[in-house]
Each structure stands twice: as structure tokens, then as C-alpha cells.
């Protein structure tokens, strides 16, 4: 007896859900502009070009977050906000946030949000994003995926935040489906630095903050640069010399510092180089450590796993040393040299020493 052929099932693509009606008040994307001693953190300035794709996918408005304790200096901030394409500035001045503290920036960021409903919100995974992101969604019992490395709008119109796993070792795309807004952080120089549009201007939204000092627990005595602020500058160095465990001893960290220093560079190294205790964590290029996107990256000796891939495709140039011509690195990089990175880079070092010392002699 004949049967029939059982219907294939629709595409997910052609199964587009409506959204909950509780979830079709919240509309356009937000970037929360870390804002601190006068600076915007260029962070954000590199998530607005990306929440910038994401509110144009969705036909919503872009629109950035300035908390501080001086009005006139966030309306000044504000114009590098616009500048870097968004639509609109919401503005909360208020004496107690002058400086960042967890209870009353949570406070705040929350009565925004519960006030004017974004669907996506976006933090810099810094120190400071890191700390209010995970306050913020736990106050709105809302999800939060963290260290994202790509964003984008699913078919049916949610955000599909990709991040690595396991170490490192897999990527998996998360999605929150059932709870507004839904956040994501990412690291600096995760992704690229939009253009400015030089005069662009927007609209501001005021938001009274309604905060009072005597209710805060947590106070600022006075504030104390970072001692170590003028160590390691990997994220926004235009040349990137890094080592790994191909260096075979600690004592050959200084072929990749002598290289850098002579092309005017920062180094680093990968992960396995901190666990052993060869170099200081803040050098770490990876996923777990600096994510960087120089103009050019030499990687001397380093393998190339995913973990340490995360970090460094957003690089104009790769350039990678391994003595395997099968290692993972080869397969991103753009330039490979097969060979004994402890021989390869004196060599280098001495010959950009010579090419740099002859320009300067022509100039």
C-alpha cells in the first residue's frame, strides 16, 4: 500500500516567531560609554560600531549611556558619542556617580533600563564593565553572556552572542530568549574601531538620578592612578611581538623583547608562558588574557590553538614562526616561516636594526 510522503519540516528561518507582547516594548540598542577622569574608554567608542549593525538589522534607534557627576562634561562627551553614529545620549549627572561605584551606577543603569526598555545593551568586558554588567542583570534577572567575540541578529530577531567555551577550545552562539534586555560584554579590540563622522549630532534624554550619598555604603577617600598603568599597552600597540613555549626557555623572552623594541612594538606571549611563570599575566595575548588588533603581529613559537586564535585574527598581519609546519597558526596566519623562532629572531632583530638605522641615515 502506498504512503504518503511525510511534508518536510519548515525551515527555522520560515518558523518566525512573534515576540511575547510583554517583550514588544523594548526597543533600540544600547552601549553603556564607560566614562572616567575625563575619557571615554575607546571600548565603547568600538561598540557603538557594532551595536551601530546590530540597531540597523533590527530598524531600531543606537543610543549611548553617560553616567558622571558633571553635566556640561557629559554633554561634551556626549558629541564624541554621536560622532561615532549614535542617535541619541541618555545623560544621568548626578554628585555620586563622580566616581564608579558598584551599588549606586547599578542603582541607575537599573531605573534606565526599567524606564526606557532597550532590547540590547552592550558593556565593555573592563574591569569596571565586567563589575556593573554582572550587577545589572542580576538586578533585572535578565541574562548576560560575557567575552563575547561576535554579535549578531538571529532570523527571528534576537541577538546571537558568540563567545568561546571550554578553555577556549569550542565557540558556542547563546541566545536569551525569554527575559529583556539582553546584555553582552566585550573585551577592547574585540571589535574594530568605527570612523567618526566629525560634527554628527543627536538627541539627549536627562535622567534625574535621584541618589543620595548618605545611602551609599561604599565611599571615595581619593583616588590613586595605577602604579602599573605605564606597563603592558598590548590592546592599542600597532606591532605585536609575542613568544610561546617553541622559546623553550624563559631566558629567550628577550629575543621577543629585543625585536619589539626595535620596531617600536609591545610584546607578549601566550597562556602556557604565564602558568609556568615566565612572564607577567598582563602580557598575555588570548582569549584569557589581551585581545589585540595591531597592525602587524609576530607570533614566535606559539601553536596557535583557538584559545590564542580568539585574540589575534583582528590583526592586519600575522606573521608566525613555528619549526611544525602543521601548526594551527598557519591556517590564520598571513605570512608563514617554518624554522627555529630562536634563530629566526636575532636575525630579524638585526636586520630591521640595519633597515631602520639606514632610513633614518636617508632622512
Not at 19 to 42: A, C, D, N, T
Not at 147 to 171: H, K, M, N, V, Y
Request: charged share 20%.
Amino acid at each position: 500500500m502506498a504512503t504518503a510522503p511525510t511534508p518536510a519540516a519548515p525551515s527555522r528561518a520560515g518558523m518566525k516567531k512573534e515576540l511575547p507582547e510583554r517583550f514588544k516594548s523594548y526597543k533600540h540598542v544600547w552601549v553603556f560609554i564607560e566614562y572616567e577622569h575625563g575619557e571615554i574608554h575607546p571600548v565603547s567608542l568600538e561598540l557603538l560600531g557594532e551595536g551601530r549593525k546590530l540597531a540597523n538589522k533590527l530598524g531600531v534607534e543606537l543610543a549611548g549611556v553617560l553616567l558622571g557627576g558633571n553635566r556640561a562634561a557629559l554633554q561634551e562627551a556626549a558629541l564624541q558619542v554621536w560622532e561615532h553614529d549614535a542617535d541619541l545620549v541618555y545623560i544621568c549627572a548626578d554628585p555620586v556617580l563622580e566616581h564608579y561605584r558598584n551599588e549606586p551606577y547599578t542603582k541607575v543603569m537599573t531605573d534606565l533600563v526599567n524606564t526606557y526598555q532597550p532590547e540590547i545593551f552592550l558593556l565593555g568586558a573592563t574591569v569596571l564593565g565586567r563589575d556593573l554588567a554582572g550587577a545589572v542583570a542580576t538586578t533585572l534577572l535578565t541574562g548576560l553572556t560575557a567575552d563575547c567575540t561576535e554579535l549578531a541578529i538571529d532570523d527571528e530577531g534576537s541577538l546571537a552572542a558568540t563567545r568561546p567555551t571550554f578553555g577556549g577550545s569550542l565557540l558556542c552562539t547563546i541566545h536569551t530568549l525569554n527575559f529583556r534586555p539582553q546584555m553582552a560584554t566585550i573585551r577592547p579590540r574585540v571589535m574594530a574601531m568605527p570612523p567618526s563622522a566629525p560634527g554628527k549630532r543627536g538627541r539627549i534624554i536627562e535622567h534625574a538620578a535621584g541618589l543620595h550619598e548618605i545611602d551609599i555604603i561604599t565611599k571615595v577617600l581619593r583616588f590613586l592612578p595605577d602604579r602599573d598603568s605605564n606597563k603592558a599597552q598590548l590592546a592599542y600597540a600597532d606591532i605585536v611581538v609575542a613568544g610561546g613555549m617553541g622559546l623553550r626557555s624563559p631566558e629567550n623572552l628577550q629575543l621577543v623583547r629585543a625585536l619589539a623594541s626595535v620596531l617600536g612594538g609591545e610584546w607578549g606571549g601566550s597562556r602556557p608562558l604565564v602558568q609556568k611563570g615566565w612572564m607577567d599575566a598582563d602580557r598575555q595575548i588570548g582569549q584569557t588574557g589581551k585581545t589585540i588588533r595591531p597592525k602587524v603581529y609576530i607570533a614566535a613559537g606559539i601553536s596557535g590553538a583557538i584559545q590564542h586564535r580568539v585574540g589575534v585574527e583582528g590583526a592586519d598581519t600575522i606573521i608566525a614562526i613555528n619549526t611544525d609546519r602543521n601548526a594551527p597558526i598557519f591556517d590564520f596566519a598571513h605570512f608563514a616561516v617554518v624554522g627555529n623562532a630562536i634563530e629566526i629572531l636575532p636575525a630579524l632583530t638585526d636586520a630591521f636594526r640595519k633597515r631602520l638605522s639606514v632610513n633614518r641615515l636617508a632622512g
